[in-house]
């Protein structure tokens, strides 16, 4: 069966929106190298935050990782926007 220039194009069209839903999607908790990008500063900065305890950590399976909702408190905390 031979699929058309245009349905290949939907079909890539509907893989594409299925992809833009999931990544729309806020995880609950956020690697320490995505808190970066999510607060605009650098790796070592959210280190520093985790190891001086002003950002708690979990470890997920091996992976460092910050709950949104501290995040968020933590932000409000320091008047950051985001």
Do not use: C
């Not at 290949?8 to 893989?15: D, P």
């Not at 990544?23 to 650098?42: F, G, Q």
């Not at 990782?65 to 008047?79: I, P």
């Amino acid at each position: 069966m031979t699929t058309t220039l245009e349905q290949q194009v939907e079909a890539i069209n509907r893989q594409l929106n299925a992809l833009d839903r999931r990544l729309k999607v806020t995880p609950e908790y956020y690697k320490l190298s995505e808190v970066a990008v999510v607060t605009s500063v650098t790796s070592r900065t959210v280190y520093t935050w985790v190891t001086k305890g002003e950002l708690p950590e979990y470890v997920i399976d091996g992976v460092k990782r910050v709950k949104r909702s501290e995040l968020d408190d933590f932000m409000d905390r320091h008047r950051v926007v985001i």
